[in-house]
Nanobody, 124 residues
Framework: QVQLVQSGGGLVQAGDSLTLSCAASTRPVNSYTLAWFRQAPGKEREFVVGIIWYGGSTFSADSVKGRFTISRDNAKNTVYLQMNSLKPEDTAVYYC?????????????????WGQGAQVTVSS
């Protein structure tokens, strides 16, 4: 069982940057994939960015490429979501997720563990 505890979030203006953190209760094994999803009001939860713990390969949705970056800190069992050039359409609840599979997974059903969520609001 892996528990994911998120921190960060808040209200920012368009063009600002923000970083979210997600700490895992246990060290993800090499076969894990960690990712960030988001869910805007009235919409389905969608994939944002992911990282394969072993090797550190990353993958992202087209809508955030060049603006959002995922990274990990092995010593702290933590993944980060660095969001730059934020837009009002980035407003959503952001969730950290972990999968026992080690591949570029982009659907919610492929992830086994979820963080509690963090609201990110971008004003225009």
């Amino acid at each position: 069982q892996v528990q994911l505890v998120q921190s960060g979030g808040g209200l920012v203006q368009a063009g600002d940057s923000l970083t979210l953190s997600c700490a895992a209760s246990t060290r993800p094994v090499n076969s894990y994939t960690l990712a960030w999803f988001r869910q805007a009001p009235g919409k389905e939860r969608e994939f944002v960015v992911g990282i394969i713990w072993y090797g550190g390969s990353t993958f992202s949705a087209d809508s955030v490429k060049g603006r959002f970056t995922i990274s990990r800190d092995n010593a702290k069992n933590t993944v980060y979501l660095q969001m730059n050039s934020l837009k009002p359409e980035d407003t959503a609840v952001y969730y950290c997720a972990a999968s026992r599979a080690s591949t570029s997974l982009q659907t919610t059903r492929q992830y086994d563990y979820w963080g509690q969520g963090a609201q990110v609001t971008v004003s225009s």
